[in-house]
């Protein structure tokens, strides 16, 4: 029984406690929520230590036992450093979201704490499974408590919302399912290591056309929970209708599931087909970049434009990932990271404008800042954060995956880079129609600033946000060096490319000129 | 070969699960003139204890493996499996319905008979090895559901069920025997074994394109017993308009009996003209399942809605089908059991819901019941949840295991469409959790009695099943893999 295996399974214990719960003790169950989620956050601490950059780029608490005799499905899991920020992500920000939660949500209390335990357990899941089939399986229980807390507890158009999310994520699953299953028929295995052996020795799935369809099936699934234009429509919707505890989640931890299955998964084993795509998708990148920024510009919606800026962000992330630089995974890691706090304490506080106005428009509002001036620094700090204000995390990320873009294709880094200055667009624009301008009567009168609990929420993500941004150094190494295993043959630097004698073997040649721009 | 004709000792453990339901189905007949129509609890005793003695005996009769009565029956891991499941499946149509036959003022022995004779059939089908026996085990079981689907004899729908489910039942097992006859004038015999050697021995190529038309003819027979397409109009209209109990069973004990001599006869003594059927399999298997799934979209009606989806699900079982291998079967017979757990369930939640006269059967009327009945609401998700084949659930398992051996045989297009229907499978199981637990209840959830005692154990033994099967799949699969080599 290793710390892992604690941190994976207590939040499953605590949705079945929550489930014993009587109905009515509303407070047992949000200080039990609270206690409970902050003590699976604590022990996720646990998981960082000297091994992290004593002994880099390892996978370390390690547990494989047989799960089901025929197929040989193995519990298999494990973390490296990509894995092991994405779970600390992930039980930060569950206690935040109860806290977020603990007056908002009025009617079925019981219900959405544990539903949101249980997708806290799914998502930490997906993050450390490495036997395909486990991955599928944690990727489907994570999507069940989604569903139920868009569908019970958002805004009016929330059963669209919540229908069109499942069905989206189902779509694509069902191709990746089609993947897993054609890997396994021809290797004999689902554990992760085996397969990616044997598709970088030649022993499966041999030919390009073949390779070629996987990396589309596992791709297209990523595709859409990333997710990457033009397959994110169903985002803004689910976004908008979403409570608050909802949309931070969706946003922060859930869309890190298809870049981290990109990252992960597509493509490492599939090479070849991965980069022979780049062109293609680097640009559906671009695009998503450029039109999320452009779309949230216009939004008469604030959670809208949020959702819109997430498109806009993860449009870096994916772009980094596919440059196949050393920089451009750090950098699409960290932005993973990044985005994580930054766009889930912007949710968050559209979430607190919402409980003290009840509505999401930026016409209701203006001038808040004379009534509630620390709600609006606050507000302030993360918007720059969003844009990439140096010295906040997204500066950094954001550097790391225009770098790496510039080393293979400069033309790359500045249609990318316009989506930096569009944000800065928008997000100013939104600050100051929200928060400058003369107060109304009305809306001072219902604007109170900051209450105990909300410091207590958004103070340590404001703080992350600045350590991120100053002392990369704390993050950074594990990354670094899980990804530089990951990269490993398919760096840019390399020519690679099917060997004739040996088909589907990778040939790796260095590649002049970048290898010396180095 | 000197006939014995003479059965002896082993022959009748071999048989004794059918001689148990058949003696307890007479006795109720018998006593029912003593008794009157009153002793509900004595028949229900009666038949339950046929049920569970007949279970233990098929568990029994399968340390002693092996054929009887002359090569008629035979027993090994694969009939034992569909045994248990028909006669589990009888169990739990039993308690779900005592209560609904009270509600209805429709409580007599005969419902209990029937019951009993059905299961019977079903188990003479499984056992068969012989195409006479599967004949007279279709005929049994057939017969006593055309009755139980127009058990409410004064109500409208459920004589049309009736009518319809007889109508073309009959002309479908016509087909069927029309089959049974061209094989026998082919090859000389009705045994499967018989049947298999005389089609491998290299004979005329005639011999073989009578043997497809054979095969061609019984195809449509059991793919109307299992409501493939293209012959299954008639499920919807039968499946709304019977009794929920009844309903629920037919839609998981006949189904399977009739699956399992399909893959039987199929899978043994068309064996070796398989490249001939198989497109036919496929071709049906991709109809089934799109018809099924995009019907169901537009339903109003949970039963319709639940019809089309069981035809979308012998859908999947076809994939199996088509695979032709032993992964294949071991896979059908693994969906098979998932499927009777989460559709009884489900059917027992709406035998439940629909209070006197069927009244709340529409999917509106489930709104609020996750607030008003949490306890019910949520197995009924977790039987959606199977059904759509979300993981942790039976139904997920189901299809991995279908769809990987398609893969298996080479039918990637088949899974990959395959899977994308069940998808689009995930809209309309959707609605009804959406309706549950996203809307206001209304008049019909507000009325809703607790669950009778008989339902709730139903529905917490197709819970546990589904999550058992679900999360340890090899306690079923490996005994499904041991046993599906059909061929000895």
């Known amino acids: 029984m290793t710390l892992l295996n604690a941190v994976i399974f207590l939040p499953l214990v605590a949705f079945l406690i929550i489930i014993a719960f009587p109905k009515d003790n509303l407070n047992g169950i949000r200080r039990f929520s609270f206690l409970a989620s902050t003590v699976i956050f604590l022990l996720s601490l646990g998981l960082i230590g000297p091994y992290w950059f004593a002994n880099p780029g390892k996978f370390v608490f390690e547990t494989d036992v047989p799960w089901v ?135 499966i799935a041999s030919t390009y056309p073949e390779q070629l369809l996987l990396f589309l099936a596992f791709f297209i699934a990523f595709a859409i929970k990333v997710p990457l234009f033009p397959l994110h429509t169903w985002l803004p919707d689910a976004h908008v209708e979403a409570p608050t505890a909802g949309s931070v989640m969706l946003a922060s931890v859930m869309l890190k599931m298809g870049t981290y299955g990109i990252l992960r998964f597509a493509v490492p084993m599939f090479p070849i087909a991965a980069r022979n795509c780049a062109g293609w998708i680097v640009t559906l990148a671009i695009i998503g970049i450029v039109y999320g920024a452009l779309v949230a510009m216009v939004q008469p919606n604030m959670k809208k434009l949020v959702a819109y800026s997430s498109v806009s962000h993860l449009g870096f992330v994916v772009l980094g990932v596919f440059t196949f630089t050393q920089q451009g995974f750090d950098g699409a890691v960290y932005q993973m990271l990044n985005h994580g706090i930054s766009t889930g304490a912007l949710f968050i506080l559209v979430g607190f404008l919402y409980e003290r106005r009840h509505s999401l428009e930026i016409a209701d509002y203006g001038g808040v800042a004379t009534p509630a001036p620390k709600l609006s620094t606050a507000f302030m700090i993360t918007m720059l954060a969003s844009i990439g204000l140096p010295m906040l995390n997204n500066f950094i990320g954001e550097y790391l995956v225009l770098q790496g873009a510039s080393l293979v ?56 946000m600045v350590w991120m941004g100053t002392f990369t150094q704390s993050f950074i190494p594990p990354i670094s060096a899980s990804n530089a295993v990951l990269l490993g043959p398919i760096d840019a630097r390399h020519d690679i490319h099917v060997r004739n004698v040996q088909p589907g073997k990778i040939a790796v040649q260095p590649k002049k000129e970048l290898a010396d721009a180095r | 070969m000197p006939a014995n004709f003479l059965p002896t000792g082993i022959d009748y453990l071999r048989f004794l699960p059918e001689i148990i339901m058949i003696i307890a189905g007479t006795l109720i007949m018998l006593v029912e003139p003593l008794l009157g129509e009153k002793k509900q609890v004595g028949y229900g005793f009666i038949t339950m204890t046929g049920f569970i003695a007949a279970l233990v005996a098929a568990i029994v009769a399968n340390n002693v493996p092996g054929t009887s009565f002359s090569n008629m029956l035979i027993v ?81 729908r459920n004589n049309e069920a009736a009518l319809k489910y007889f109508l073309l039942g009959s002309f479908a097992t016509a087909f069927l025997l029309y089959g049974i006859a061209w094989i026998y004038g082919t090859t000389g015999s009705t045994n499967l074994m018989f049947i298999r050697t005389a089609l491998l021995t290299p004979g ?36 709304q308009g019977a009794p929920a109990p009844v309903t629920l069973f037919m839609s998981a004990g006949p189904k399977a009996a009739a699956f399992a001599v399909f893959l039987r006869v199929f899978m043994t003594a068309f064996q070796p003209i398989t490249s001939r059927w198989e497109p036919f399999v496929w071709v049906s298997a991709l109809l089934t399942m799109v018809i099924g799934n995009f019907a169901a979209l537009t339903q109003t009606n949970v039963k319709r809605m639940l019809a089309y ?66 306890v019910t609401a949520a197995l009924f998700s977790i039987f959606l949840l199977s059904l759509i084949g ?99």
């Open chain 2, 309 to 374: 989806s069981s035809i979308a699900h012998a859908g999947y079982v076809m994939v199996a089908i088509a695979a032709h291998n032993q992964i294949g079967i071991a896979a059908a017979m693994f969906y098979l059991a998932a499927y009777a757990f989460m559709n009884i369930g489900a059917f027992a939640v709406v035998t439940h819901f629909s209070r006197r006269g069927e009244k709340f059967v529409n999917i509106e009327d489930l709104a609020g019941l996750g607030w008003k009945q949490p």
């Open chain 2, 204 to 239: 005329s190529q005639r011999g073989v394109i009578l043997a497809g038309t054979a095969a061609a003819l019984m195809f449509v027979g059991f793919a109307f017993k299992v409501s493939a397409a293209p012959f299954q109009i008639w499920a919807p209209d039968v499946y």
């Open chain 1, 409 to 464: 294709y400069f033309r790359w880094t500045v249609f990318a880079a316009l989506g930096v200055i569009l944000s800065a667009c928008y997000m100013l624009w939104l600050y100051q129609r929200v928060f400058f301008g003369r107060a109304s009567e009305d809306l001072t009168h219902h604007m109170p600033d900051l209450n105990f609990r909300e410091y207590a929420i958004i103070v340590p993500l404001i703080l992350l």
């Open chain 1, 69 to 203: 005799n025929s197929p040989l499905i193995r519990y298999h899991v494990a973390i490296d450093g990509i894995s092991l920020w994405l779970i600390i992500l992930s039980t930060l920000l569950t206690p935040i979201c109860v806290l977020v939660s603990w007056r908002s949500i009025e009617k079925h209390v019981k219900e959405f704490f544990a539903f949101l335990l249980l997708l806290e357990f799914g998502l930490i899941g997906v993050f450390c499974a490495l036997d395909l089939f486990l991955f599928f399986v944690f990727w489907e229980v994570s999507l069940v408590p989604m569903y139920f807390l868009i569908g019970i507890w958002g805004h009016e158009r929330r059963i669209y919302a919540t229908i069109k999310f499942f069905l989206y994520t189902m779509a694509g699953s069902a191709l990746m399912l089609v993947a897993i299953i054609y890997l396994y028929n021809q290797s004999g295995t689902f554990d992760y290591a085996k397969i990616l052996a044997g598709l970088q020795g030649g022993t």
């Open chain 2, 76 to 156: 090994d891991g694969f009939a034992t499996f569909f045994r248990v499941l028909v006669i589990g499946v009888g169990i739990l149509s039993l308690l779900s319905s005592s209560q609904y036959l009270r509600r209805e003022h429709a409580a007599s022995a005969e419902y209990y008979a029937l019951l009993l004779f059905s299961v019977t059939g079903q188990c003479v089908m499984v056992t068969a090895n012989e195409l006479i026996m599967i004949f007279i085990g279709l005929e049994i079981s057939s017969i006593a559901t055309y009755v139980l689907a127009g058990y409410l004899r004064d109500d409208k």
């Open chain 2, 390 to 488: 979300v993981p942790l659930t039976g139904g997920f398992f189901g299809k991995f295991y279908i769809f990987k051996a398609a893969l298996d045989a080479n039918l990637v297009w088949l899974a990959v469409l395959g899977l994308l229907n069940s998808a689009v499978a995930a809209y309309y199981y959707l609605r009804i959790m959406v309706v549950m637990y996203m809307k206001e209840p209304g008049e019909a959830t507000i009325s809703l009695q607790p669950l009778s005692a008989g339902i709730r154990t139903t529905l917490w033994i197709a819970a546990l099943g589904t999550l058992v099967l679900g999360i340890f799949p090899s306690v079923l699969l490996n005994f499904a893999i041991r046993s599906s080599a059909l061929i000895k």
